[in-house]
């Protein structure tokens, strides 16, 4: 759930929006903090309205290659390879 916390930062559920990281086509990475915690992580934003659009081949959008680089990083855990931490899905929302 995103909300808007005093000084108009951002919170997606109990990660505070401290700082953009980068962008690419599809997706913003954020810097974010958890409130609980106050560990700081790095958050990939993704725009799945512009990827479901966007067709590799006949019946193939840019969003399943996502679906395939998240089903991976779940498997993952070797300590220089990042670290999957949780996957937050709006279905009401189109990020």
Do not use: C, W
């Not at 997606?12 to 903090?33: H, P, T």
């Not at 990042?82 to 937050?88: F, H, N």
């Amino acid at each position: 759930m995103l909300s808007k916390k005093k000084g108009g930062k951002k919170q997606i559920n109990q990660y505070l929006v401290v700082s953009k990281l980068g962008e690419g086509k599809f997706a913003k990475v954020k810097k974010v903090m958890n409130t609980v915690t106050k560990e700081k992580f790095a958050m990939k934003i993704i725009n799945k309205t512009k990827m479901k659009r966007k067709m590799l081949a006949p019946k193939k959008s840019q969003f399943s290659l996502v679906e395939k680089e998240v089903a991976i990083m779940k498997k993952m855990g070797h300590p220089y390879i990042v670290k999957l931490i949780e996957i937050i899905d709006d279905p009401n929302h189109h990020k």
